[in-house]
């Protein structure tokens, strides 16, 4: 489908004969769009990454940018793609400046756009200094903007906040949230942090293990995972059942003492114990059974 | 064509990337180093070097011929592997190569553009090296004085493809090198790599060893022939290996660097079979290249030449070492010469001499059907002689070091007396030397990669063996007396040397060691009481094979005839050999060989000659009847002449009042103008005497003189009192003069 810039069809990959690190991919980002890409560490996402960026070749062709096979269109298609593989790839004898023009160079942007980019991402006071005396942060972002400078449809980040204060990464998701809405550039951004996805992307991919186990939008992610399941160990609770108001769905007895119910959110459970509390509940334990977290969490294992 | 675009545009961005790295200003300093180096040690050696120079030549060319060697075989390959090393770890270090293939840059235009920025640094050190070198030499120049005969015109066309084949010479070690530092990530490993070949490759040239595929081998090679090829290719065919090489190397690494891992390179079928498709190629090519080549016959026998000279040359003849017999006579026209000979000539060396105001000479190897080119200088008197090309090309600039080509083990132990008790392991010596020498033998190769001819090679596979013989022989001399036992049998192992040769090979018959050889196997039989000489002509009579006979019996009839004492003695040896001899030719040769010495012989009367002396009078021998007259024949040129001449000046000083002997010296040269500049300086106690052209060569042929100096004592009624006297510097020159004297007071 032409509204997807990128797409995999059942994308294997394996390093060795046992394990696979990608296993069965079905990755569909829309363009436009800013994905994010959630795994634990060791999901596969950098070696996916990788692959979507050619750095490994897929002998599969089972990748899609552009709507064509990205194999065909290497190299030419880094003219439109920009990317962050792994930790940033800087001449650290060069200077700030002199690495964004390495870019230009081969990208042929003019080089009055340097100075532009090196003020987006607040480097220009440092831009003649060399990278190897810059900060973790500033080192981000000089690659931020090398991957920005020829103004590509698509970014593939991974990992971009990686190392920075939160400050740096307030700005970084600032600056991205930006671009993605003035230029429309596709942004696909990979993280092991929930909550930097929750706060930046529109649609989101989870991978663990190498299998996708979810993709959609942010809005169904909270719809299917935002909701909260807990169970309650309580004294009567048949007595309590039967006072529960009906807009608690999912109400179901586990056991003689144990009900268990879907909140729509975590936060509505100080108020709910406070209810039952107020119905005369005796309650000895209060367990949250399912939320994104914990749902997230029990991918690691 | 969007290859080449991707290309100029990493090039260029990989300019940028090598700021700071100081990359380029490394390679200009290794290419002005060793000029520096040169320049000092010249400047301040100049004195002690400065020697007398005859034959003209270029400035440049010379100094840079001594110059290139540490160049090519340690500075600038220790530079490639260097900024190789240098270059590749800018991406290595920095994760480079990821970002470079996240870019829009073809994976060859990568590849490519690194191996450019390795290249033009060759370029950068090789031009600062010749320029640099340029400067300081012309500036050395200046500031000494330098030799008027020597060319100091800066040799631009010859600098220029000297870069060019450097350059070309470098390709090699440069893509091994490049592809080693893209492929291992580590920085130490790939030096170690370069260096440790390097040393190696170093080593092995000190014992001998050359493997002319090896990368640095190709540079040294450069070095050693930087005047190029002998046949005016542009290329050595070391440089073109190298080119092979280049193009190989650069195709198979970068399909190792297309697929990263050596697995997928050499084990994925389709990437094995382009690898291998290449490296066959590229194998073939070199083996091509590697191949030596050897002449073919030509279908006539052709001598030519050309003389760069400040005379007009005419003539040269080309004369048999053996006999002295002229084989051809050469017209020059215009110092120029292109002769077919008639006659067949066996293969052997012989000599071309040309007549000009001094005679000058030169040897070559020629047989039947060759066809040989000289290029000849003779400027001031001086011959130089260059490259003879022509189908004996190889043969004729084969030069065996030494008897043994370098030390022998075996030569050391014979004459080390010590071994006398250990025979067994003499001969065990010998024999592994010599097998290993015979399998070496036709290993020689010219810049150009000719070999020589396999009829040369059979003859130097020959000479080797018998040059082993006649070290055992003198051992088993030896052994005679120490150890008789042993040699009841021959050694089995001296036994096979022995079957390689035949007594009676009359191809080797002027090789005075196979001489040598014959005489010893024949002579050994004989145990009567007689002498040498006796014995040798006795054995040689004994032969069937006429051709070789008759070469033997002559040679060995010549120098017995010289050294007889009387006439006696003369006549019984020219009657029992002189008519063995089958071969007219040299019979009447040998006939005339006994009838000059006989002439010569003690109380025969001395051949009168006229001269011209200091005044440019007459003065003939007779006028001087009535005393004794003893004469020194020398010439202007002849080195040894000028050692004789103060013994004979002292003696004929000595005798100055002493009114019944006069001295005097002939002098032979050509330039009448030369002779007399030298005469007029030397003691008037010594007559001065010049032959003219003709008188010359009477007087050559009636006392035969062969060679310069020569002494003659005549008595008083002008008859011989000795036709070939020892040096005067040998104190009995004296007593033999005195003794004459003093018998005739009484």
Redesign the interface.
């Known amino acids: 489908m032409s509204e997807y810039i990128i797409q995999t069809k059942g994308l294997d990959f394996n390093f060795s004969k046992s394990k696979k690190a990608v296993d069965n991919l079905s990755l569909n980002v829309p363009k436009g769009s800013i994905y994010g890409f959630l795994g634990p560490n060791g999901a596969g996402k950098s070696t996916t990454m990788r692959l979507l960026?050619?750095?490994i070749p897929d002998d599969s062709d089972a990748i899609e940018i552009f709507g064509e096979s990205l194999q065909k269109q290497l190299?030419?298609?880094?003219?439109r793609?920009g990317?962050l593989?792994?930790?940033?790839?800087?001449?650290?004898?060069?200077s700030g400046y002199?690495n964004l023009?390495?870019?230009a160079?081969?990208?042929?942007v003019d080089t009055s756009r340097i100075d532009e980019m090196l003020k987006i991402v607040n480097l220009y006071d440092d831009r003649n200094r060399k990278v190897k005396q810059y900060s973790l942060g500033m080192k981000q972002r000089l690659a931020i903007a090398m991957a920005l400078l020829s103004s590509p449809e698509i970014l593939l980040l991974d990992e971009p906040v990686n190392g920075l204060d939160p400050n740096g990464i307030i700005e970084i998701r600032k600056l991205l949230m930006r671009i993605n809405q003035e230029l429309g550039t596709t942004i696909f951004v990979s993280s092991h942090l929930l909550s930097e996805i929750e706060k930046m992307c529109t649609h989101v991919g989870i991978i663990s293990k190498g299998k996708l186990r979810f993709e959609g939008t942010m809005r169904e992610l909270s719809q299917n995972f935002g909701q909260c399941k807990i169970t309650i160990s309580l004294k009567n609770s048949k007595e309590i059942l039967e006072k529960i108001p009906a807009e608690y769905n999912a109400i179901e007895i586990e056991a003689e003492s144990k009900i268990s119910l879907i909140l729509s959110d975590k936060e509505m459970i100080p108020d709910f114990t406070k209810k039952l509390i107020d119905f005369g509940a005796e309650i000895y334990e209060i367990k949250i059974q399912e939320g994104l977290e914990e749902w997230f969490m029990s991918l690691t294992q | 064509m969007s290859i080449l675009k991707n290309y100029t545009t990493a090039l260029r961005s990989e300019f940028i990337k090598k700021k700071g790295t100081g990359t380029y200003w490394l390679c200009f300093s290794f290419g002005i180093l060793v000029p520096i180096v040169y320049f000092i040690a010249s400047f301040f050696l100049w004195e002690d070097n400065k020697k007398p120079v005859n034959i003209p030549f270029n400035f440049y060319e010379k100094h840079i011929t001594e110059a290139l060697a540490s160049f090519q075989s340690f500075f600038f390959p220790l530079l490639i592997i260097i900024i190789a090393a240098k270059i590749t770890q800018i991406d290595h270090k920095n994760g480079g190569w990821q970002l470079m293939e996240t870019q829009p840059l073809s994976k060859f235009s990568i590849y490519l553009s690194k191996l450019s920025v390795l290249l033009i640094g060759n370029l950068i050190a090789i031009v600062s090296f010749l320029g640099s070198f340029v400067v300081l030499m012309l500036f050395l120049s200046l500031l000494k004085d330098v030799p008027e005969i020597v060319n100091t015109n800066i040799p631009f066309g010859f600098l220029a493809q000297l870069t060019i084949r450097i350059f070309a010479a470098s390709l090699f070690l440069s893509i091994v090198q490049f592809v080693i530092s893209v492929v291992f990530r580590s920085f130490i490993l790939p030096i170690l790599i370069g260096f440790f070949t390097m040393l190696g490759t170093l080593i092995l040239d000190g014992f001998q060893i050359y493997k002319v595929w090896n990368p640095f081998t190709i540079l040294n090679r450069t070095a050693s022939n930087p005047t190029g090829s002998q046949l005016d290719y542009f290329f050595l065919y070391t440089e073109k290996i190298s080119i092979i090489g280049f193009v190989m190397v650069t195709l198979i690494g970068f399909i190792w660097y297309q697929n990263k891992t050596f697995k997928r390179t050499f084990t994925k079928p389709k990437n094995l079979a382009k690898v291998l498709g290449i490296a066959v190629l590229g194998m073939l090519g070199m083996s091509y290249l590697l191949n030596p080549n050897i002449y073919e016959k030509h279908n006539r026998t052709v001598l030519s030449g050309t003389i760069e000279s400040d005379e007009n040359i005419s003539k040269a003849y080309l004369i048999d070492k053996f006999i002295n017999d002229t084989l051809a006579e050469i017209d020059i026209q215009d110092n120029k010469f292109h002769t077919v000979i008639k006659n067949e000539i066996p293969l052997e060396q012989y000599y071309v001499v040309f007549k000009a105001s001094n005679q000058f000479y030169t040897e070559i190897y020629m047989s039947t059907n060759d066809s040989t080119n000289m290029n000849i200088q003779y400027l001031n008197n001086v011959p130089n002689f260059k490259t003879t090309t022509g189908t004996r090309l190889a043969e004729n600039q084969y030069q065996p070091g030494g008897m043994f080509g370098g030390f022998s083990f075996a030569e050391f132990m014979i004459n080390d007396n010590s071994y006398l008790e250990r025979p067994e392991k003499v001969i065990n010596t010998i024999y592994e030397e010599w097998e290993e020498k015979i399998n070496e033998s036709d290993k020689f190769r010219t810049p150009d990669n000719y070999a020589p001819q396999a009829d040369f090679s059979e003859r130097n596979k020959k000479i080797t063996t018998i040059n082993y013989l006649n070290i055992w022989n003198s051992f088993e001399e030896k052994l005679k007396v120490v150890n008789p036992e042993i040699l009841k049998n021959t050694p089995e192992k001296i036994k096979e040397i022995k079957s390689s040769i035949s007594l009676e090979d009359s191809s080797l018959i002027t090789n005075e060691s196979y001489f040598n050889y014959v005489m010893y196997e024949y002579t050994k039989q004989d145990t009567t009481d007689t002498d040498q000489i006796t014995k040798r002509l006795h054995a040689i009579s004994k032969l069937e094979n006429k051709d070789f006979k008759d070469r033997l019996l002559f040679s060995s009839l010549k120098s017995s005839l010289k050294s007889a004492s009387d006439s006696d003695e003369r006549q019984k040896l020219i009657n029992t050999y002189g008519e063995q001899i089958s071969n007219p030719k040299l019979k009447s040769l040998a006939y005339n060989h006994f009838t000059t010495q006989e002439k010569l012989a003690k109380g025969n009367p001395a051949q009168d000659f006229v001269a011209q002396n200091l005044d440019g009078e007459d003065v003939r021998l007779s006028d001087f009847k009535g005393k004794y007259v003893v004469i020194d024949v020398w010439a202007t040129w002849c080195g040894p002449c000028k050692v004789e001449s103060p013994h004979f000046e002292r003696i004929a000083i000595k005798n100055k009042n002493n009114p019944d002997i006069v001295f005097m010296a002939v002098s032979i040269d050509k330039k009448k103008d030369d002779w007399y500049l030298q005469a007029k300086t030397k003691s008037e106690s010594v007559v001065q005497l010049h032959l003219s052209s003709k008188e010359e060569d009477t007087f050559s042929k009636a006392y035969d003189v062969e060679s310069i100096p020569r002494f003659i004592f005549i008595d008083k009624e002008g008859n011989f009192v000795n036709s070939s006297m020892i040096r005067p510097s040998q104190n009995y020159f004296e007593t033999i003069v005195n003794e004459e004297l003093n018998s005739e007071q009484k």
């Open positions: 960026t050619g750095i190299p030419e298609i880094f003219n793609l990317c593989v792994e930790s940033p790839a800087l001449y650290l004898h060069l002199n023009k390495y870019i160079k081969i990208r042929k």
